[in-house]
């Protein structure tokens, strides 16, 4: 028999994939593993890897072609073996190139890529009696949960979320602000149930503007020491190479910055607040049609120089658009850069589930007043969008206020 | 030197199912057993008990058989023979598992085997290797009170490993513990016409189980003509040739006990001495059981440990499915993770003792929002055809969400219908699912899904 290859769901958002090239061609063997096709999904160019052992007899979709996830792209099986008419088993894949098919047809159950939980008809939910139950009491929808029950199912302790549900009968959860810093605990992050009254925060402020309630602060930060201390660094490195940018020392600070506001390095997460112990940077890059926020990871614990070469590494493999999922998946926190446009200051959208991000304007020289005299400063404007229903106004403001003091004193960021 | 991908240690419920389950992957395996296949269970505790416990079964039938229209006259009772046909039982069921052995091809390498470094295992002069893990399934046994003078010396102060093998029961008996162990022998002696005395040092006896259970237990024994002694405790003993003495403290008053022989059925010992634990690196608990953590692996990697030698409860079926699991484990598997909080609890004593999650007292202790539904087997139509209406269901659910937070049964069957709660709580059933399934009438099960009503507030046959 042979083995059907489908179009795979390669990003989480992915709904259809354009074949860009085929690696390999009819009539080459193929192991389990072996990369057949480049495919363009909604964020990069991924592979397409077979799931099989054997020869690939029949190509069904050619290059340049778009064809909804789940369907047939091509067959593996044994030498000489023949597939049914042109193999091409959902419609839409072989007559609909380039244009995106119209209502694709229903996604085959597809092998995924990797062992995915998510179960194949998103609209039905295993779980179980109890656990349906406790969802409906406590209006959960169980299609956000993830079970981890036999084969995926719900089970109480999803619903509930674990390792919340034993501590809560010992002593109540503790309040995320009586202990705000990352602590390097070896769990990567800690989940805190939503109080009532930041539910009912929760649910006011999504009422009023949409989804994501954002509030924005904004703060004038003085440059002149972290432009000196720059100039002093790329001297030292001028001989070994390798240059530190603003971008670099802002990363860093703000990285710095969550360490010591774990309230503001947080992902909203419908019932819970995840408050994470590990700092992952996402940076917006613009790439040619769109944007995309690689992460730089453990920002934190990172020399400015790691923090510059990744970041370009990552900012090159954007635009070129090779960038695997796991490089631009799991920031906690953002930092969207239009230094180079020439903007002076500007609000940045949070990239959900992320609690914040920082919007970083242009390094410019401003007068600013000075004792009774006028002098003339690099000031550089940071806005912070906040999603009021994770920061409050004063929990942004103090993160705000620890990174304007990093970036005004920069020796700050080697306490 | 012979090597293997697994080597069990102790081929009793554990060893000898994480053996198979290991074979079942496609590891070369090896079980070293000192005694017989099958260890305590098969040979000296769970299988031959029961063989005796029908024997008991089949003399109280006896006993009220004109009720139902059958005379049964010159009925006499003999230890001996009952003993003889649970030993050929219990050789029947060791046997199975040699055979199962052969089927997987298991090697099993007779002898004792002392664990050594480098996933090594000595047996005699021979050393096995083992490529991939060693596992300890080593097992516990009985043992006496010596503090109190109570040493066991297989004459007068006995375990259950010589009242097993007792050719002759002796004219009286004390019992000291009424656990699981305690309880069954009482029965057995009792019905062999022995004058019996059960003594318990906690408040009452079948101490883990419901206090409901234990009341309903208590009555049943005593009339019955067995002397309960519960909240007691044994001050002093004399041991003498032919006889016993006990000095007992129970409810502020002292008592003597006198009787031909002492039956020790409190407690068990772990097989952990003398096998090399130490020079492997593999640590024990405050408590004396090895160390083992959620993969169920010793403190030395690729050395892991199941059953008994792991920790309460000691039960062959929690021993089942460490062995499972733990064979699942070393081939690369990621199994579910046992819920030691739903392994069914059953004493097999007249009338029958199944529970499985928590107690009505544990569910006030951890102030858990609860409802307790009952149904007596009195009002069951099955039950009252066969004249065994002793006893209940029992299901404690939790008030908000219907979970079944415990479910107690004693009476007849019910190490048999314990499962129908075993799979809801797996499952995470509520008492409303219970109530859905069809229960089929007349039946003793019927009882569940009325216990199941009775929580709602719904019950129909009361």
């Known amino acids: ?415 | 030197m012979a090597s293997f991908d697994v080597i069990v240690l102790g081929g009793g419920p554990a060893g000898y199912i994480c053996a198979i389950r290991s074979a079942q992957l496609g590891m070369s395996t090896a079980v070293v057993e000192q005694e017989k296949l099958g260890g305590v269970c098969v040979n000296i505790g769970c299988i031959p008990t029961k063989a005796l416990l029908h024997s008991a079964y089949i003399a109280g039938l006896l006993k009220e058989s004109k009720e139902f229209g059958v005379e049964a006259s010159g009925v006499k009772t003999d230890y001996g023979v009952a003993m003889k046909r649970s030993r050929r039982v219990s050789d029947q069921n060791s046997k199975g598992v040699e055979f199962l052995m052969k089927k997987h091809k298991i090697t099993v390498v007779k002898g004792t085997g002392v664990v050594q470094p480098g996933k090594k295992v000595k047996v005699g002069s021979d050393v096995y290797e083992a490529k991939k893990a060693v596992v300890i399934a080593t097992g516990s046994r009985v043992k006496g009170i010596p503090q109190i003078g109570l040493e066991i010396n297989k004459t007068t102060v006995i375990s259950s490993d010589e009242a097993l093998l007792l050719e002759r029961v002796p004219e009286s008996l004390a019992i000291i513990g009424a656990g699981a162990v305690g309880m069954e022998f009482a029965d057995i002696f009792q019905a062999f016409g022995v004058k019996i005395t059960l003594i318990e040092a906690l408040p009452r006896i079948l101490p883990i189980e419901d206090a409901e259970a234990s009341d309903t237990l208590a009555k049943s024994y005593r009339k019955r003509g067995i002397d309960v002694i519960a909240g007691a405790k044994v001050t002093k003993a004399a041991v003498g040739k032919d006889k016993v003495t006990l000095d007992i403290e129970a409810g502020g008053e002292k008592k003597q006990v006198t009787a031909a022989a002492v039956l020790m059925a409190a407690g068990r010992a772990v097989n952990t001495e003398n096998i090399g634990l130490k020079e492997c690196g593999i640590q024990l608990t405050d408590r004396g059981f090895i160390k083992v953590d959620q993969n169920l692996q010793t403190t030395a990697p690729g050395y892991y440990a199941i059953g008994d030698v792991v920790g309460p409860p000691m039960l062959a079926h929690k021993g089942f499915r460490e062995g499972s699991v733990v064979a699942e484990i070393i081939a690369g598997q990621k199994p579910h993770a046992i819920k030691y909080d739903n392994v069914p609890s059953v004493t097999y004593c007249h009338p029958e003792v199944a529970s499985i999650g928590l107690t009505e007292d544990q569910c006030k202790e951890k102030k858990l929002d609860y409802v307790a539904g009952r149904f007596p087997f009195s009002a069951n139509g099955r039950a009252r055809g066969t004249g065994e209406t002793e006893g209940f269901v029992k299901i404690l659910r939790d008030k908000k969400y219907g979970e079944i937070l415990g479910a107690h049964i004693v009476g007849a069957h019910a190490s048999e219908m314990i499962h129908e709660l075993a799979v809801a709580r797996e499952n995470e059933y509520t008492v409303e699912e219970i109530d859905l399934a069809i229960h089929a009438h007349p039946t003793m099960s019927e009882a569940i899904g009325e216990a199941a009503l009775d929580s709602l507030g719904r019950v129909l046959h009361i």
Not at chain 1, 385 to 406: E, N, P, Y
């Open chain 1, 1 to 415: 028999m042979a083995t059907k290859v489908h179009m795979e769901a390669l990003s989480p958002t992915m709904e259809e994939g354009r074949l860009v090239k085929w690696t390999k061609h009819e009539g080459d063997a193929v192991k389990s593993g072996d990369t057949l096709a480049e495919v363009e999904t909604d964020k990069a160019i991924m592979e397409l890897v077979a799931r099989a052992d054997g020869q690939l007899i029949k190509v069904v979709v050619p290059e340049g072609s778009t064809v909804p996830v789940g369907n047939v792209v091509a067959w593996i099986g044994k030498p000489g073996e023949k597939v049914d008419g042109d193999g091409a088993v959902a419609p839409a894949a072989k007559s609909a190139p380039a244009t995106p098919a119209k209502a694709p047809p229903a996604p085959q159950p597809t092998t995924a890529p990797t062992a995915s939980i998510a179960p194949a008809d998103a609209t039905r939910v295993k779980a179980s009696p109890l656990a349906k139950r406790i969802a409906r009491e406590a209006g959960v929808d169980l299609k956000l949960v993830q079970g981890s029950g036999p084969g995926g199912r719900v089970i109480k302790r999803d619903v509930e979320g674990a390792p919340v549900a034993k501590t809560t009968a010992a002593a109540p959860a503790a309040v995320p602000r009586a202990t705000p810093d990352v602590r390097r605990t070896g769990v990567p992050y800690e989940d805190v149930p939503l109080t009532q009254i930041r539910k009912t925060i929760a649910k006011r402020l999504a009422a009023s503007i949409g989804p994501v309630p954002h509030f924005f602060l904004t703060t004038e930060i003085d440059m002149e020491r972290a432009a000196e201390a720059r100039e002093a660094l790329n001297k030292q490195l001028d001989e070994e190479g390798g240059k530190i940018s603003f971008n670099d020392i802002i990363i860093k600070a703000v990285a710095l910055a969550l360490v010591r506001h774990r309230a503001c390095n947080a992902w909203f997460q419908e019932d819970h607040i995840r408050y994470w112990n590990e700092v992952h940077i996402g940076m917006a890059v613009a790439i040619e049609d769109g944007l995309i926020t690689p992460v730089i990871r453990n920002a934190d614990m990172k020399s400015l120089r790691e923090i510059g070469a990744e970041a370009r590494d990552l900012a090159g493999k954007a635009r070129s658009r090779r960038l695997k999922p796991e490089e631009y998946t799991g920031s906690t926190f953002s930092v969207s850069n239009l230094g180079m446009f020439d903007i002076d200051q500007f609000t940045a959208v949070i990239n959900p589930p992320e609690a914040g991000i920082v919007a970083i304007g242009t390094i410019m020289p401003k007068a600013v007043p000075d004792g009774d005299r006028v002098s003339v400063r690099k000031r550089l404007r940071v806005t912070m969008s906040c999603d009021h229903r994770v920061i409050d106004g004063a929990t942004g403001a103090a993160f705000l206020k620890t990174l304007k003091q990093m970036l005004e004193n920069p020796l700050a960021m080697l306490l």
